[in-house]
């Protein structure tokens, strides 16, 4: 597996020491509150884990299956939401956690279904890379890891066709990892 990898842009150290701060910063903004922790699946699974057990305030969590891509580096442009219903955010303040913010499409649709709902008492956005490159429209993040450059990466929960998320580095794939089809045959054990 490491053999696909071209450059790590974020070591382990580097992102955990990282994710300490934003736990600090999610603490004190959220001290007091009633919070819930809205975690979007696959790709925040790591950092949610490691995020939510450095904020030592009381919080309810969940979690909500959205993908706007399919098995290649490119967004679909739509959104996929694998739950019918969102859990119920009355009286709560919602911290959506993301792994990256490409487009924006992903937060932007679950941000404006929870504010239909209009029973939260706030939402807002923790997210652990932002992409710098231009969007239709801005989608605000309160709490931010990293902006990195408009490349493709994997790990730490962010995948290539599902692979790669064990990696626990952020890095940019070879060009000839990203060229392979979808794995059919069994994953390389290297
Ligand atoms: P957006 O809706 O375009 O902002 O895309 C957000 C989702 O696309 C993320 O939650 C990721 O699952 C996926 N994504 C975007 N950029 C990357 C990347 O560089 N590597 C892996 N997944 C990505
Ligand atoms: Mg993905």
């Known amino acids: 597996m490491r053999d696909d990898i071209e450059q790590i842009i974020l070591d382990e150290p580097t992102i955990a020491?990282?994710?300490?701060?934003?736990?600090?910063e999610i603490t004190a903004t959220y001290r007091g509150q009633r919070l819930m922790v809205l975690a979007v699946l696959n790709g925040s699974l790591f950092f949610a884990a490691d995020?939510?057990?450095?904020?030592?305030?009381?919080?309810?969590?969940d979690v909500i299956k959205v993908r706007s891509y399919g098995d290649s580096t490119q967004s679909s442009g739509s959104l996929?939401?694998?739950?019918?219903?969102l859990p119920n955010p009355a009286g709560r303040h919602v911290l959506i956690v993301d792994d990256i913010l490409d487009s924006g499409l992903t937060l932007r649709g679950i941000s404006g279904?929870?504010?239909?709902?209009?029973?939260?008492?706030?939402?807002?956005?923790?997210?652990?890379?932002?992409?710098?490159?231009?969007?239709?429209?801005?989608?605000?993040?309160?709490?931010?890891?990293f902006e990195i450059e408009?490349?493709?990466?994997?790990?730490?929960?962010?995948?290539?066709a599902e692979r790669y998320r064990n990696l626990p580095f952020i890095a940019t794939l070879r060009i000839a990892s990203?060229?392979?089809k979808k794995a059919t045959g069994p994953l390389d054990t290297k």
């Open 178 to 180: 990203l060229n392979e």
């Open 113 to 145: 279904r929870l504010l239909e709902q209009g029973t939260a008492r706030s939402i807002r956005a923790c997210v652990l890379l932002r992409k710098q490159r231009p969007r239709q429209m801005e989608v605000p993040i309160d709490f931010l890891g």
């Open 150 to 160: 408009d490349r493709f990466v994997v790990g730490y929960g962010l995948d290539y």
């Open 17 to 24: 020491h990282r994710v300490d701060e934003l736990a600090s």
């Open 51 to 61: 995020l939510l057990r450095r904020i030592p305030i009381p919080l309810e969590f």
């Open 80 to 85: 996929r939401y694998d739950f019918d219903h």
